[in-house]
């Protein structure tokens, strides 16, 4: 990922100060929960030209069940799998979409499942073929005393 740092940064759009542009590109952040994946996203969108996409987030937009009830904490796991398998679809398709308008995108997630690491391989693939580059970092923490 290519950055050009600016000598002056500027309030974005969003309210933001964007210190660096990157080209368009996706950075994809995972980890188990807890390992500061939103913190580096959000970071990087903070102090740059990159979009943040979180599967978090993007789960609370489309469960229509704990939207309807929010004190629903728990669901059966085939309906909550099938959530979290939509949710990382449509974070993947709307990093490819916003990636190929040329805005440069990191999403958070922990792909911790083969159903969640699928839609991941589709967006390499088609980035691929589009000739944008797409960069993987695993975070991890270490237990503190």
């Known amino acids: 990922m290519n950055a050009e740092h ?8 969003q309210g ?4 660096y542009k990157y080209i368009p590109s996706v950075v994809v952040v995972s980890g188990l929960p807890a390992t500061g994946k939103s913190t580096v996203g959000k970071f990087l969108e903070k102090i740059s030209n ?7 987030i993007i789960r609370e937009e489309i469960d229509d069940t704990r939207k309807a009830d ?3 904490r728990w669901l059966p796991p085939d ?3 099938g959530i979290m398998i939509r949710s990382y679809t449509l974070m993947c398709q709307r990093a490819e979409a916003l990636v ?3 805005t440069p995108v990191v999403i958070t997630g922990t792909f911790s499942r083969s159903q969640f690491k ?12 589009k000739g944008l580059p ?4 695993r975070l991890t923490a270490t237990i503190e005393d």
């Open 70 to 72: 929010p004190s629903i």
């Open 134 to 137: 797409m960069q993987v970092f």
């Open 118 to 129: 699928e839609p991941l391989k589709n967006l390499k693939d088609s980035l691929e073929k």
């Open 16 to 19: 933001r100060k964007e210190q």
């Open 79 to 81: 309906q909550e799998l």
């Open 100 to 102: 190929t308008a040329g």
């Open 6 to 13: 600016k000598d002056n940064s500027h309030e974005s759009g």
């Open 50 to 56: 990159f979009e943040f996409l979180d599967v978090d």
